[in-house]
């Protein structure tokens, strides 16, 4: 607490120090370390978030953002070098997603109507099929056909480029259920290409 | 085992080099594995475009957001000092309405390791602390706050005036006060400080001097003296007697005066003399000066400054008035990169892009590498994301590069290169880029997509 100054101090660009200084800042106790922190990763957080509960209105993903990171600050004496920074937080966003999901099923049920524009891939894919034209808004349908859990393990492998052995330690699964999992999206949207798409899909 | 067994462990990326160009072999002899390769890498490389284009907005992270996230857990952490110190008070307001129901005593409080610790007055009296030998003096209802306890002290004001008896202190420690945007440093006497407004105080000597700093100048206010002003318009003058009377009855050597006598009274106009302020863009010392006494000035800056208090606003949701705010100051500073940036900032988050990216270009044109290298970055992303200007944005990503700050976003920098160069037309050119991004960035998710992109390209 020496020295503190409540006025807001914009955090030096994250690109200047690294993920272990950070987060020894943090634990000792730098307010700005979490502003650092969350330059460098609020954006990775918010797809993780915006993935597993693809109800949220962006107010709702922001909120949730801002847990994580403050989860992530109680937490930084905890974090151990080892770990994957990335790969910590998105963890943590993942779960804060899920949790957020289990207790609000009920109001989402209720409720006739999204209480606020979704975002991200929901946003996308919530158009009207008249609008829905072009590869890119297919490719996004038959992703969201997909079970949720194989569409997190697809996009962390396919789209954000993460290895199995990763992505098993983000999510708390086993390598072989990330294998399963992926195995049987890409067959999903193999399949469901070959299905339904016209001739022009998958080739450029 | 076949090599057909090894096609889920060649989608995963499971395979080591070696196997990695056996199976590659065995694609050319097999038909019906390299079909199966070659759909599922068109489908996984429209599935990277299609979502990377969506999910791009939430990636867009600006500083204010952070600076917020920052502020939240700062505020978080203080809230557990003052819920301790919350016992201390309840007990000690008890004591002082007992006190004032007819003992006419001063609430006394010992304040040791209280750093972090908000301090309120009751409505109904002033609150006198001791810290490690120094006397503050709260007037009813104010509020302090001790950010610093020990041989150098430091306190902010947030309502109300302090009256405060400083001990003398070794060279290198301080006693400072902050309040609106002001920092009032002392060495070993007797003052009081009053915010009077935004960016506004007064400060009143009793005893020995203090040195009150701001944005680019600062100045020296002896026993007797009170300096009052905001701006640019400040006034030493003769302190009036209230004003010195009111420094003891806070600090509870003459209880029969009353506190109030500090909250109300005006600094006297009379023989107002107003101080000269150096200008900003000196090096050298310079003075402010009062007829007859020459007032030594110095140039440093060891308070807050309008950008704190402007980035505080930005924080506590009054961007427009930061806004007009940092308009105004970049009219009359139009070399202050630093005020350019923030306000680059703020249009941003105002939604006004346009505004935004003419704000980071000033910077880009006349910052430092490094700011001018994140501004170039930032303007890039707008003109990219928001104006969809291709070319312009092109031509930012460009300059960042050029400027190499921060190295953190080289490799998103060159990917949004190569897209706008791609919206364009220009594929020769994103191609480049393409394979300056793996080359370059090896092993990340970056030069993965990049692979993949040029896969796409052939």
């Given at each position: 607490?020496n020295?503190?100054?409540?006025?807001?101090?914009v955090?030096g660009h994250p690109?200047?120090r690294?993920?272990?200084?950070?987060m020894?800042?943090?634990?000792?106790?730098?307010?700005?370390?979490?502003?650092?922190?969350y330059?460098?990763?609020?954006?990775?957080?918010?797809?993780a978030i915006?993935?597993?509960?693809?109800?949220?209105?962006i107010?709702e993903v922001?909120?949730?953002?801002?847990?994580?990171?403050?989860?992530a600050?109680?937490r930084?004496r905890?974090y151990?070098?080892s770990d994957?920074?990335?790969?910590?937080l998105?963890?943590?966003?993942?779960?804060?997603?899920?949790?957020?999901?289990?207790?609000?099923?009920?109001?989402?049920?209720?409720?006739?109507?999204?209480?606020?524009?979704p975002?991200?891939?929901?946003?996308?894919?919530?158009?009207?099929?008249?609008?829905?034209?072009g590869?890119?808004e297919e490719?996004?349908q038959?992703?969201?056909?997909?079970?949720?859990?194989?569409?997190e393990v697809?996009?962390?492998?396919?789209?954000?480029g993460?290895?199995?052995?990763?992505?098993?330690?983000m999510l708390?699964i086993?390598?072989?259920?990330v294998?399963?999992?992926?195995?049987?999206?890409?067959?999903a949207m193999?399949?469901?290409?070959?299905?339904?798409?016209?001739?022009?899909?998958?080739?450029? | 085992?076949?090599?057909?067994?090894?096609?889920?462990s060649?989608?995963?990326?499971?395979?080591n080099?070696?196997q990695d160009?056996?199976?590659m072999a065995h694609?050319?002899?097999?038909?019906?594995c390299?079909?199966?390769?070659a759909?599922?890498?068109?489908?996984e490389a429209g599935?990277?475009?299609?979502?990377?284009?969506v999910?791009?907005?939430l990636r867009n992270?600006?500083e204010?957001?952070?600076?917020?996230?920052?502020?939240?857990?700062?505020?978080?952490?203080?809230?557990?000092?003052?819920?301790?110190?919350g016992?201390?008070?309840?007990?000690?307001?008890?004591a002082?309405l007992?006190?004032?129901?007819g003992?006419?005593l001063?609430?006394?409080v010992?304040?040791?390791?209280?750093?972090?610790t908000?301090w309120?007055a009751?409505?109904?009296?002033?609150l006198?602390?001791?810290?490690?030998?120094?006397r503050?003096?709260?007037?009813?209802?104010?509020?302090?706050?001790v950010?610093?306890?020990?041989p150098t002290?430091?306190?902010?004001?947030?309502?109300?005036?302090?009256?405060?008896?400083?001990?003398?202190r070794q060279?290198?420690?301080a006693?400072v006060?902050?309040?609106?945007g002001?920092?009032?440093?002392?060495v070993?006497?007797?003052?009081?400080?009053?915010?009077v407004?935004p960016?506004?105080?007064?400060v009143?000597?009793?005893?020995?001097?203090?040195r009150v700093?701001?944005e680019?100048?600062?100045?020296?206010?002896r026993?007797?003296?009170?300096?009052?002003?905001?701006?640019?318009?400040?006034?030493?003058v003769?302190?009036p007697p209230?004003?010195v009377?009111g420094?003891?009855a806070?600090?509870?050597?003459?209880?029969?005066?009353s506190?109030?006598r500090?909250?109300s009274?005006p600094?006297?106009s009379?023989?107002?003399v107003?101080?000269?302020?150096?200008s900003?863009?000196a090096?050298?010392?310079?003075?402010a000066?009062?007829?007859?006494?020459?007032?030594?000035?110095?140039l440093t800056?060891?308070?807050?400054?309008d950008?704190?208090?402007?980035?505080?606003?930005?924080?506590?949701?009054k961007?427009?008035?930061?806004?007009?705010?940092?308009?105004?100051h970049?009219?009359?500073h139009?070399?202050?990169v630093?005020a350019?940036?923030?306000?680059?900032?703020c249009?941003?988050k105002?939604?006004?892009?346009?505004?935004?990216?003419d704000?980071?270009?000033?910077?880009?044109?006349?910052?430092?590498?490094?700011?001018?290298g994140?501004?170039?970055?930032?303007?890039?992303?707008?003109e990219?994301d928001?104006?969809?200007?291709?070319?312009?944005?092109?031509?930012?990503?460009?300059?960042?590069?050029?400027?190499?700050?921060?190295?953190s976003?080289a490799?998103?920098?060159?990917?949004r290169?190569?897209?706008?160069?791609m919206?364009?037309g220009?594929?020769?050119?994103?191609?480049?880029r393409l394979?300056?991004?793996?080359r370059?960035?090896?092993?990340t998710g970056?030069?993965?997509?990049?692979r993949?992109?040029?896969?796409e390209?052939?």
């Amino acid at each position: 607490m020496n020295g503190q100054q409540d006025t807001v101090e914009v955090a030096g660009h994250p690109g200047e120090r690294s993920d272990r200084d950070i987060m020894a800042a943090l634990a000792a106790g730098d307010s700005a370390a979490l502003g650092a922190l969350y330059l460098r990763y609020a954006g990775l957080v918010r797809c993780a978030i915006a993935r597993c509960a693809p109800e949220m209105s962006i107010g709702e993903v922001d909120e949730q953002v801002q847990e994580v990171f403050l989860t992530a600050a109680r937490r930084s004496r905890d974090y151990v070098e080892s770990d994957r920074l990335r790969a910590w937080l998105y963890g943590i966003g993942a779960r804060t997603a899920r949790s957020w999901r289990r207790n609000t099923w009920l109001r989402r049920r209720l409720l006739k109507g999204r209480e606020g524009e979704p975002v991200g891939m929901a946003a996308a894919v919530s158009s009207s099929p008249e609008q829905q034209v072009g590869r890119r808004e297919e490719i996004l349908q038959l992703l969201a056909r997909l079970p949720a859990v194989q569409r997190e393990v697809l996009l962390l492998h396919a789209v954000d480029g993460w290895s199995g052995e990763e992505i098993a330690q983000m999510l708390g699964i086993t390598h072989e259920a990330v294998r399963t999992r992926l195995f049987r999206a890409r067959q999903a949207m193999m399949a469901a290409a070959d299905a339904g798409l016209p001739a022009s899909f998958g080739r450029e | 085992m076949t090599m057909c067994s090894s096609l889920a462990s060649y989608l995963n990326r499971e395979l080591n080099e070696a196997q990695d160009a056996a199976f590659m072999a065995h694609l050319a002899d097999c038909p019906g594995c390299a079909r199966e390769v070659a759909r599922w890498q068109a489908l996984e490389a429209g599935l990277k475009e299609a979502v990377d284009r969506v999910e791009a907005p939430l990636r867009n992270v600006d500083e204010l957001a952070a600076a917020r996230m920052a502020a939240l857990w700062r505020q978080e952490r203080n809230a557990e000092p003052r819920r301790r110190s919350g016992r201390w008070r309840a007990v000690a307001v008890a004591a002082v309405l007992l006190a004032l129901l007819g003992l006419g005593l001063w609430r006394f409080v010992v304040a040791g390791g209280s750093s972090g610790t908000l301090w309120q007055a009751p409505s109904t009296g002033p609150l006198t602390l001791a810290l490690r030998g120094d006397r503050i003096g709260l007037s009813s209802s104010g509020e302090v706050e001790v950010l610093e306890e020990g041989p150098t002290t430091r306190l902010r004001l947030h309502r109300g005036t302090i009256a405060c008896a400083v001990q003398k202190r070794q060279r290198g420690d301080a006693f400072v006060v902050e309040a609106a945007g002001w920092a009032v440093t002392v060495v070993g006497t007797r003052f009081s400080v009053r915010a009077v407004g935004p960016l506004s105080i007064e400060v009143t000597v009793a005893q020995g001097a203090v040195r009150v700093a701001g944005e680019g100048w600062s100045a020296v206010v002896r026993a007797g003296q009170t300096l009052r002003g905001k701006g640019e318009g400040w006034h030493i003058v003769a302190a009036p007697p209230p004003l010195v009377e009111g420094i003891a009855a806070l600090l509870g050597d003459r209880p029969s005066v009353s506190d109030r006598r500090l909250e109300s009274a005006p600094a006297a106009s009379v023989g107002a003399v107003p101080v000269d302020l150096p200008s900003a863009s000196a090096e050298t010392g310079a003075s402010a000066s009062v007829p007859g006494r020459k007032v030594p000035a110095v140039l440093t800056v060891p308070g807050l400054r309008d950008m704190d208090i402007w980035r505080d606003w930005i924080v506590s949701g009054k961007t427009a008035e930061a806004c007009a705010a940092l308009d105004r100051h970049t009219g009359a500073h139009p070399m202050d990169v630093d005020a350019w940036m923030l306000l680059g900032d703020c249009r941003r988050k105002l939604r006004d892009f346009t505004a935004s990216a003419d704000a980071y270009r000033r910077v880009v044109s006349a910052g430092t590498p490094e700011l001018a290298g994140r501004a170039a970055y930032r303007a890039g992303t707008i003109e990219q994301d928001q104006l969809k200007n291709h070319a312009e944005a092109v031509r930012m990503f460009e300059r960042y590069l050029q400027s190499g700050h921060p190295a953190s976003l080289a490799a998103e920098a060159t990917m949004r290169m190569a897209i706008a160069l791609m919206e364009l037309g220009r594929t020769d050119e994103a191609k480049v880029r393409l394979m300056e991004l793996v080359r370059r960035h090896e092993g990340t998710g970056s030069a993965a997509r990049a692979r993949r992109m040029l896969e796409e390209l052939k």
